[in-house]
C-alpha cells in the first residue's frame, strides 16, 4: 500500500518550454503533497507544500511564478516548470501524507528533467 | 530554521561489519523522524519511521534511534551487505528537512 506515482520519470527539452509534473497518490487520499528538488551530490529541498483545493506554500526563494502547483484533487498535484531554462534542470520528487504530520510521508520516484 | 547534519558523509565497510549512522538536527519540536535510503539516480525508499514519542524502531538489519531532547538519531545497520550500498538519508519532520545523507559502501 500507500504508492505514489510520479511521471514522467525522465524528460529532456529545449530551453522556453513548460514542462508538467504528475504526482498521484494511486491508493490512499493525500491531504497534502509535498514538492522537493534535488541537485547533483547533494540533498533534497523542499520547494513548496501543496493542500488539496488551495494555493501551495512556496519556501523562501522559491519563484512561485516559475514552478506552478496545482492540487486538485485529494490523489493527484501537479508541478508545472513554466519557460524552463538549463538551471532548471534538477530531480524533482513529490511526496504524499495521507493525513497529519505525524504520518509517514510516501515518495514517488523522482522525475530527471534536463533542459538543453 | 531546522538545521540537519549527517556524520560521516561517506563511509566504506567490509562486508559483515555493524555500523552507526549518525543524525543531528536543530529543532527538537518535531512529530517523528525518518530516514530512507536512495540509490544513485533513483528515488527514495522509506526504511524506519520514528515518532516523537519513540525511542527506537527496528525492521531487520536496522534499528534507528531517537534521542528527541538532544537532537540526535542513530541508524544501526547489522552485518552489512553490499546491497546496502547506498546514500541513509534522516529527515526530522511532520514538515520534512532532509541531511546531506551518508554515502555507504560495502565492499564485498
Known amino acids: 500500500g500507500a504508492v505514489v506515482s510520479q511521471h514522467p520519470s525522465r524528460v529532456i527539452c529545449k530551453s522556453g518550454t513548460s514542462v508538467k509534473i504528475e504526482c498521484r497518490s494511486l491508493?490512499?487520499?493525500?491531504?497534502?503533497m509535498f514538492w522537493y528538488r534535488q541537485f547533483p551530490k547533494q540533498s533534497l529541498m523542499l520547494m513548496a507544500t501543496?493542500?488539496?483545493?488551495?494555493?501551495?506554500?512556496?519556501e523562501q526563494g522559491v519563484e512561485k511564478d516559475k514552478f506552478l502547483i496545482n492540487h486538485a484533487s485529494l490523489t493527484l498535484s501537479t508541478l508545472t516548470v513554466t519557460s524552463a531554462h538549463p538551471e532548471d534542470s534538477s530531480f524533482y520528487i513529490c511526496?504524499?501524507?495521507?493525513?497529519?504530520?505525524?504520518?509517514?510521508?510516501?515518495f514517488g520516484d523522482g522525475t530527471r528533467l534536463s533542459i538543453l | 530554521k531546522q538545521e540537519v547534519t549527517q556524520i560521516p558523509a561517506a563511509l566504506s565497510v567490509p562486508e559483515g561489519e555493524n555500523l552507526v549512522l549518525n543524525c543531528s538536527f536543530t529543532?527538537?519540536?518535531?512529530?517523528?523522524l525518518q530516514w530512507f535510503r536512495q540509490d544513485p539516480g533513483k528515488g527514495l525508499t522509506s526504511l524506519l519511521l520514528?515518532?516523537?514519542?519513540?525511542r527506537e524502531q527496528t525492521s531487520g538489519r536496522l534499528n534507528a534511534s531517537l534521542d528527541k531532547s538532544s537532537g540526535r538519531s542513530t541508524l544501526y545497520i547489522a552485518a552489512s551487505q553490499p546491497g546496502d550500498s547506498a546514500t541513509y538519508l534522516c529527515?526530522?519532520?511532520?514538515?520534512?528537512?532532509f541531511g546531506s545523507g551518508t554515502q555507504l559502501t560495502v565492499l564485498p
Open positions: 511526496s504524499a501524507l495521507p493525513g497529519t504530520l505525524d504520518q509517514p510521508q510516501h
Open positions: 491508493d490512499f487520499q493525500a491531504t497534502t
Open positions: 501543496s493542500n488539496e483545493g488551495s494555493k501551495a506554500t512556496y
Open positions: 529543532d527538537s519540536a518535531i512529530y517523528n
Open positions: 520514528i515518532q516523537s514519542s519513540q
Open positions: 529527515a526530522p519532520g511532520g514538515r520534512l528537512t
